[in-house]
C-alpha cells in the first residue's frame, strides 16, 4: 500500500472520555531578540485577554495546492506560508500598555529607529491550562501589527486591541505532556 499515510498518537481519547477544551488561565510569553527595555529577559506574560474578539487567533496556513492539467490530471504542490497569530486583549491594561510599548519599539520612522536595522525576531509561547496543558511555541517571527491608539465602540466602551505576529517556515512545537 504505497502512498499510505498512518498516524500515530500516544493518547487517543475514548468515546466515553469528556475532553476539556478550555482556555481559561490561559497565558502567552513573548520573548525577543533585541528589545531588552522593553521585554525582559524572562519575557512578558500576557493574560489579561479581550472578551470582545478572540484573545488568540492563529491562522490556517495554506500547506499544498493544486489545479487541473490540460487533459484532466490533477497537479499538485506544496506551497510555502507563514502562521499570522494575532493576540487581542483589554484595553488600558498592563498587557496592553506592555504590546504598545513593544509596537513602538519595533516601529520604524524618522528619528525613532535606523531604517536599516533588522527588525526583532519574537518567540510565542501560548499555553492553555486546561487537562493536557497543551502549548504551542511560534519561533523566528515579527510583530506585524497593532493598535497604538484607542478606539470607542457605540456603547462609550473602549475597544479591545489586537497585536498581531507573523511566523515563517520555522517549525511549531507542539508540547504536551502525555
Not at 84 to 97: E, K, L
Not at 102 to 108: A, D, E, F, S, T
Not at 148 to 175: D, H
Amino acid at each position: 500500500m504505497a502512498n499510505t499515510l498512518t498516524v500515530q498518537a500516544d493518547y487517543i481519547a475514548r468515546p466515553y472520555e469528556m475532553v476539556n477544551s478550555t482556555g481559561t488561565g490561559a497565558t502567552v510569553l513573548i520573548t525577543c531578540s533585541s528589545l531588552s527595555e522593553i521585554v525582559s529577559t524572562g519575557g512578558a506574560l500576557v493574560s489579561n485577554f479581550s472578551d470582545q474578539s478572540n484573545p488568540v487567533s492563529v491562522t490556517s496556513p495554506q500547506v499544498a495546492d493544486g489545479q487541473v492539467g490540460p487533459n484532466g490530471q490533477l497537479v499538485t504542490w506544496t506551497t510555502p506560508n507563514y502562521i499570522d497569530v494575532t493576540i487581542s486583549v483589554i484595553a488600558n491594561s498592563v498587557d496592553d500598555y506592555m504590546l504598545t510599548a513593544i509596537l513602538m519599539g519595533v516601529r520604524k520612522c524618522a528619528g525613532l529607529t535606523s531604517i536599516g536595522t533588522p527588525p526583532p525576531i519574537f518567540t510565542l509561547a501560548v499555553t492553555y491550562p486546561n487537562a493536557v496543558g497543551q502549548s504551542r511555541i511560534f519561533r523566528n517571527g515579527i510583530m506585524l501589527t497593532g493598535d497604538p491608539g484607542s478606539s470607542m465602540a457605540a456603547n462609550a466602551r473602549i475597544n479591545s486591541k489586537s497585536y498581531t505576529f507573523r511566523f515563517g517556515a520555522t517549525p511549531i512545537s507542539i508540547v504536551n505532556p502525555f
